[in-house]
């Protein structure tokens, strides 16, 4: 405890141009007494801490001395930075924000990152990031509800062993028990949510992911037509599909989708371009769009 202080103590007179020992003793919660003789081992060990009088006095690092930069480059420094502020305020990690204090030691000149990362937490419960990251590191059972993609609740326990951050949302990866396999669970279908004080022993491990070339039969191409009102949309949802502008501004997209006439995310976001897209083929999708219209309008029939 005393070394890991001692570093950290270190780290942020670096950062800093001048720290009190009171501000030090509150931050590390120990007495002023405890800090001036941690001041005493930090200097015996050659780093040279100079103590400034006066109201705004404190200690601080000589002028002049810097840490080995050598490992990283000041443009890394900046872009590491800003991938763990990232990360810091999605799980207010003290561990993540003491890397930081670190990595800012060995920067050169103060550099403004044109890298920006958010990591969205918004379909999520705040808490569960948290709260998932805890019982993996501890290695506790998580017991929640869980709404699948047939819309069926269920109750599940889980090992958890792996966060991901994929196409917008997060997800745990873990070993369930109910199924008595791996499983992958998006955390914004999850409900209820509960840190067990039942631990698991097993050491689990991520396995390679599996290929894709037994799904390539099943992949079918969509086209649609993309009206000029629905163009911003359009390339937010499909970016990387093959695409051609006509002259009335409109667009068409051919979209190599997965079991398209069962994947009800497809329905979705066709449906939420309202008449600012068509689809031209596969026709059975087309009819698949129709009747959920028809039922849609069955519920406002009142209106």
Partial sequence: MKLERLI??????????VLSASKLAEEFQVSQRTIYRDIDVIC????????YQGTKGGYGIMDGYKMDKSLLRSYDI???????????????????????ERLQTIGTEPQTSSLAVDLETRRTDPDALPLLRAAITERNVVRFDYINVKNERTTREMEPVK????YSNWYIYGYCRARQDYRE????????????????????????EAGCSNRADQVEEIVIRVGPEALAEALDQFHQVDKEFHSDKSMTMRIPVYKPLEARWLWSILLGFGS???????????????????????LYEEV
């Fill in 185 to 208: 669970f998006r955390l914004s279908r999850m409900l209820n949510l509960f840190l067990t004080q039942d631990t698991f022993q097993l050491q689990h491990e991520v396995p390679k």
């Fill in 276 to 298: 600012g897209a068509e689809v031209l083929e596969p026709p059975a999708l087309r009819g698949i769009l129709k009747e959920q219209l028809q039922n849609t309008l069955k």
């Fill in 163 to 166: 966060l991901h951050f994929k």
């Fill in 44 to 51: 015996a060990a050659g780093i040279p801490v100079v103590s």
């Fill in 78 to 100: 900046t872009s590491l930075i800003t991938v763990l502020n990232s990360l810091s305020s999605v799980f207010e990690d003290e561990h993540t924000q003491g890397t930081i």
């Fill in 8 to 17: 950290s103590m270190i780290y942020k007179l670096l950062n800093h141009e």
